[in-house]
């Protein structure tokens, strides 16, 4: 019978988590809307923060951001 033992995992000082992660799917007129914008940009910058500052937004018009002190 063979013994097998996991391989030791390499030690990171990088934390496990920078965030959370949101995972979408876009529709065709949608991607290609995204796609104009970026290309437009004097800078390209990339899609993470092009989606980041839209869920700033949407969540500004709410109300929710900042977010709010904790008590």
Avoid: C
Avoid at 7 to 29: C, M, N, S, W, Y
């Amino acid at each position: 019978m063979l013994d097998t033992m996991p391989k030791p995992r390499k030690q990171t000082t990088e934390p496990k988590h920078r965030g959370a992660v949101l995972f979408i799917r876009l529709d065709a007129d949608t991607e290609a809307a995204l796609v104009a914008y970026i290309a437009a940009q004097d800078v390209e910058p990339d899609r993470s923060a092009v989606g980041k500052k839209a869920l700033h937004e949407f969540l500004s018009k709410r109300g929710h951001w900042p977010p709010k002190p904790r008590a």
